[in-house]
Nanobody, 115 residues
Framework: QVQLVESGGGLVQAGGSLRLSCAAS????????MGWYRQAPGKQRELVAG???????NYADFVKGRFTISRDNSKSTVYLQMNSLTPEDTAVYYC?????????WGQGTQVTVSS
């Protein structure tokens, strides 16, 4: 079993930036997709961004141009740089890694954006 440990959440003012990190407890050898999801109170969990082993990334429309996802395959770590944050970005952000036969989730990290 692989544990995903997230860090970097917190409280920030609107227009500010945060960088989330998610590290796997052990090296993941196989090709996979690492990504970030978020869940705001009363809403369903939604995809924010994902990135494949080869570096191909996709983003939700609501973060395009503001968020950047990246990964370090040697460390089985994924990052999410979040700029120009708005109160609508307030949510618990979850890290996910999935591949052939596995699907791991982190515990979530709270991001709160004040107006």
């Amino acid at each position: 079993q692989v544990q995903l440990v997230e860090s970097g959440g917190g409280l920030v003012q609107a227009g500010g930036s945060l960088r989330l990190s998610c590290a796997a407890s052990r090296f993941i050898f196989s090709s996979n997709v690492m990504g970030w999801y978020r869940q705001a109170p009363g809403k369903q969990r939604e995809l924010v961004a994902g990135i494949a082993t080869g570096g191909r990334a996709n983003y939700a429309d609501f973060v395009k141009g503001r968020f950047t996802i990246s990964r370090d395959n040697s460390k089985s770590t994924v990052y999410l740089q979040m700029n120009s944050l708005t109160p609508e970005d307030t949510a618990v952000y979850y890290c996910n890694v999935h591949g052939h036969g596995y699907d791991y989730w982190g515990q979530g990290t709270q991001v709160t954006v004040s107006s």
